[in-house]
């Protein structure tokens, strides 16, 4: 029998959690930053060369990392609990479920959203709450393929971001008044008729999520967050 090599032991996934989680503490004090990665490493006991091979691409692949992991968390939570009740109040205990998530990570969010709007990160930020908005719907049981697949998201991405915002912001006990909010937009969501003849009414009257974060909207008492009248950036067929 060979004995088995330094690389053999090689844990990448547990670097990856390891540094994460050690990197976190570090964010609200310096940001997403190349020194918070550094001291991540130090604190993880994980050399730079070793933490940079399970991070290759830095910071913007921690954050990711770590927001994925809680998407994943969170389907995880739903799939264990029962899938019965209205549709919307399942959406709204998803939403307020991966709020809470990251309860004790509200500062490193907040860098997060500062960290994002840099030019590097344009194309990031989208992603992520793509992912987080698709893994809800599937995680309550949407199997739509057709047009409402997109539908649902476009809307529920307006209603997570202004949540969110509103979120960081919230000094209400238990946070409190991020469930009323939160509450109010899907009330609104869900007063509007879901004709297709009609969706045009449910794009004008959701934010755009990206102006939402660049115009930091959604604070508690802004008029409840939602600019309304501002219409979404479309893509452009490529």
Same mark, same amino acid.
């Given at each position: 029998?060979?004995?088995?090599? %330094?690389?053999?032991?090689?844990?990448?996934?547990?670097? &990856?959690?390891? #540094?994460?989680?050690?990197?976190?503490?570090?964010?609200? +004090?310096?940001?997403?930053?190349?020194?918070?990665?550094?001291?991540?490493?130090e604190?993880? $006991?994980?050399?730079?060369?070793?933490?940079?091979?399970?991070?290759?691409?830095?910071m913007?692949?921690?954050?990711?990392?770590?927001?994925?992991?809680?998407?994943?968390?969170?389907? /995880?939570?739903l799939?264990?609990e029962?899938?019965?009740? @209205?549709? @919307?109040? &399942?959406?709204?205990?998803?939403?307020?479920?991966?709020? /809470?998530?990251?309860?004790?990570?509200? /500062?490193?969010?907040?860098?997060?959203?500062?960290?994002?709007?840099l030019?590097?990160?344009?194309?990031?930020?989208?992603?992520?709450? *793509?992912?987080?908005?698709?893994?809800i719907?599937?995680?309550?049981?949407d199997?739509?393929?057709?047009?409402? +697949? *997109?539908?649902?998201?476009?809307?529920?991405?307006?209603? *997570?971001?202004?949540?969110?915002? *509103?979120?960081?912001?919230? $000094?209400?006990?238990?946070?409190?008044?991020?469930?009323?909010?939160?509450?109010? @937009?899907?009330?609104?969501?869900? $007063?509007?008729?879901?004709?297709?003849?009609?969706? $045009?009414?449910? +794009?004008d009257? #959701?934010?755009?999520?990206?102006?939402?974060?660049?115009?930091?909207?959604?604070?508690?008492?802004? &008029?409840?967050?939602? %600019?309304?009248?501002?219409?979404?950036?479309?893509? &452009?067929?490529?």
């Open positions: 029998m060979s004995e088995k090599g %330094p690389d053999t032991a090689y844990d990448w996934q547990g670097d &990856r959690d390891r #540094l994460v989680d050690a990197i976190l503490p570090h964010v609200p +004090f310096d940001g997403w930053s190349d020194a918070a990665f550094k001291a991540g490493a604190d993880a $006991k994980i050399d730079l060369p070793r933490a940079l091979n399970a991070f290759p691409g830095g913007s692949e921690v954050l990711a990392y770590n927001h994925r992991r809680h998407d994943q968390a969170l389907i /995880e939570r799939q264990r029962s899938g019965s009740g @209205r549709i @919307r109040d &399942r959406i709204a205990q998803a939403v307020r479920l991966r709020l /809470e998530l990251v309860g004790g990570q509200r /500062e490193a969010v907040r860098a997060g959203l500062s960290f994002l709007l030019p590097g990160n344009a194309t990031l930020g989208p992603k992520l709450l *793509y992912g987080t908005v698709d893994a719907w599937h995680a309550i049981g199997k739509s393929t057709d047009f409402s +697949f *997109y539908t649902k998201r476009a809307i529920l991405a307006g209603v *997570y971001s202004a949540t969110l915002l *509103y979120w960081l912001n919230d $000094k209400s006990e238990n946070h409190a008044a991020s469930w009323a909010f939160l509450d109010r @937009r899907i009330d609104e969501v869900m $007063k509007i008729p879901a004709v297709k003849g009609r969706l $045009k009414s449910v +794009f009257r #959701l934010p755009n999520p990206l102006h939402l974060l660049q115009q930091g909207a959604g604070q508690p008492g802004s &008029r409840e967050g939602l %600019p309304l009248g501002m219409r979404p950036r479309r893509r &452009r067929r490529a």
